[in-house]
C-alpha cells in the first residue's frame, strides 16, 4: 500500500466555530450532509475492534461540535474526521503533476502535527498539517526551501516543488488557509 499526500484549501474559522459550539443544529446538518463520507470511514476502519454503533465518526464530529474527546484512543478517526471538515469548508488541491510527493513532504521539516481545533492525533496515520493564511509565505518558504534529496535528480525534484508550490499559490491567491494530510 502507497502512502499519500493531500492538501486542501479550506477556512479555519469555520472549523473553529463547530468547535466546542454545541450547536444542534449545525451538527444535524453536518451529520446530514456528511453521511456518506462518514459512513465511509466507518467502514474503511470496519476491522477496529473499537468502533461501534457509539463509537464511531458520527460520534467523533458530535464530539468535535461539543468540543470534548471522549475516545483519545480513536484519535486516527478525529483526524479523518477532521480532513471532511477541511474538504466541506473548502476544496482539495489538485497537484498538477499527479500527485504530492510523500518522499518530499517527509523531508521537509515542519513541526509536529497541527489542526485549527485541539483533536488527538494519532502516533501513526493520519499526519495533520494546517496552515493559517497568515503564516502561508513562511510555510511556503520552508517547504520550497529542500535543495537536494538523495537519489532524486535535480528535475525531478523540481516537478515535486512545483506541486507544493502550486498548493501554496493557490491558497495565497485566495485567502484562504491550507492543510496536508499524509495517509
Not at 499527479?98 to 513541526?111: L, R
Not at 532524486?152 to 496536508?180: G, P, Q, R, W
Request: charged share 30%; proline share 3%.
Amino acid at each position: 500500500m502507497g502512502y499519500y499526500v493531500t492538501g486542501y484549501v479550506t477556512d479555519s474559522a469555520n472549523i473553529k466555530n463547530l468547535y466546542g459550539s454545541k450547536d444542534q443544529e449545525i451538527l444535524t446538518s453536518l451529520l446530514n450532509e456528511l453521511s456518506d463520507s462518514l459512513d465511509e470511514l466507518n467502514d474503511d476502519f470496519d476491522f477496529d475492534d473499537n468502533l461501534n454503533e457509539e463509537k464511531n465518526s458520527q460520534a467523533v464530529l458530535t464530539d468535535i461540535i461539543n468540543g470534548e474527546i471522549r475516545f483519545p484512543e480513536l484519535a486516527y478517526l478525529y483526524g479523518y474526521v477532521y480532513e471532511k471538515l477541511c474538504e466541506y469548508f473548502g476544496e482539495i488541491v489538485d497537484s498538477p503533476n499527479d500527485e504530492f510527493s510523500t518522499n518530499y513532504y517527509w523531508e521537509i521539516p515542519k513541526e509536529t502535527y497541527k489542526a485549527f481545533i485541539p483533536i488527538p492525533f494519532s502516533s501513526d496515520f493520519p499526519e495533520v498539517y494546517s496552515i493559517y493564511a497568515a503564516d502561508l509565505q513562511t510555510e511556503k518558504s520552508k517547504f520550497l526551501a529542500l535543495t537536494e534529496r538523495k537519489g532524486v535528480d535535480s528535475d525531478y525534484l523540481k516537478t515535486e516543488k512545483e506541486d507544493f508550490e502550486f498548493a501554496f499559490n493557490k491558497a495565497i491567491k485566495e485567502n484562504k488557509d491550507l492543510v496536508f494530510f499524509l495517509y
